[in-house]
């Protein structure tokens, strides 16, 4: 049976006490998943087996119930009473940034690794990215990944460089985050609850770590689920978030700020060229 936070009953379960020692060569690592719930009853068991089906077993999966209204607290329950690797944590809603930050204080692993509740992984996502950070030194990873529509037709493919530092993140997040991983001894985070907060999130990750690494191999090892009217498919929006991030928490002067716009422009047309039939 899997751990449970207080709200789902258990008084003094699921709490942060069994903290695993951090590793340096991978195979003893524990890689917590922090995946945040709302309303995801239609998705969640998908994303939560992707998981749960990982090559590298050795997995803890958080899933934060962020207050849903259909079914997905019941299917937590059910997830963590067949699975002693699922901790089941809820809260009142309270955004993404919420449910992850929970997340995060609940981790017990070596490394973090996130997932949304509609996405998915390839089986070998964990096993190829800490190789490649054993390999490396890298205490930042992450992959490349497919989008897909709702109807299931693919997109397109997101293949990023094979390593970025905190310049080139500064052009565009090349690091999507259903695809990044990093060691704890990167020390302690947490997102800020603001527009493309994820990308704040990794800039931030990468700034600390100099450097990050992608998987070698250029396929896909995890799917994006690219809903109609989604938040992220308002370009608008998310240019006006872009701007924000450049001039108020990065601190970019304007003709900087507008320099690496340009590149954040054009590195989101790139990953939204269809794929060739």
């Known amino acids: 049976m899997g751990r449970f936070g207080p709200q789902y009953g258990h008084p003094g379960r699921g709490v942060n006490t069994l903290a695993a020692t951090p590793s340096t060569d991978g195979i003893d690592a524990l890689v917590s998943v922090i995946m945040p719930v709302y309303n995801a009853e239609q998705t ?10 990982q090559t590298f077993g050795r997995v803890e999966l958080i899933l934060i119930d962020d207050g849903s209204r259909d079914g997905s607290a019941a299917l937590i329950a059910e997830l963590a009473a067949r699975d002693d690797r699922v901790v089941a944590l809820r809260q009142a809603n309270a955004g993404v940034a919420a449910a ?15 997932l949304d509740s509609d996405d998915w992984w390839e089986p070998r996502k964990l096993e190829l990215q800490l190789a490649r950070m054993r390999e490396t030194g890298a205490q930042v ?9 709702e109807d299931g037709r693919l997109l397109s493919k997101v293949s990023p460089p094979l390593s970025v530092d905190y310049r080139r993140m500064l052009g565009s997040n090349h690091i999507g985050n259903l695809t990044g991983i990093y060691d704890r001894r990167l020390g302690e985070a947490a997102f800020q609850r603001m527009g493309h907060e994820d990308y704040v999130f990794w800039l931030e990750r990468v700034r600390r770590a100099g450097h ?8 896909p090892l995890a799917y994006y689920l690219v809903r109609n ?3 992220s498919a308002n370009k608008l929006r998310a240019a006006g978030w872009q701007w924000r991030i450049y001039r ?21 047309l790139w990953k939204r060229k269809p794929m060739a039939t």
């Open 44 to 53: 969640l068991r998908r994303s939560a087996e992707s998981v749960l089906a």
């Open 212 to 219: 990050a690494v992608r998987v070698e191999q250029d396929e």
């Open 141 to 149: 990873c992450y992959a490349s990944y497919q989008r897909v529509a």
């Open 248 to 268: 108020q928490v990065e601190g970019l002067s304007a003709p900087r700020a507008a320099w690496y716009m340009l590149h954040y422009i054009r590195h989101a």
């Open 100 to 114: 992850r930050n929970a997340g995060l204080r609940a981790v017990r692993g070596t490394h973090v690794a996130f």
């Open 229 to 231: 009217g989604s938040v």
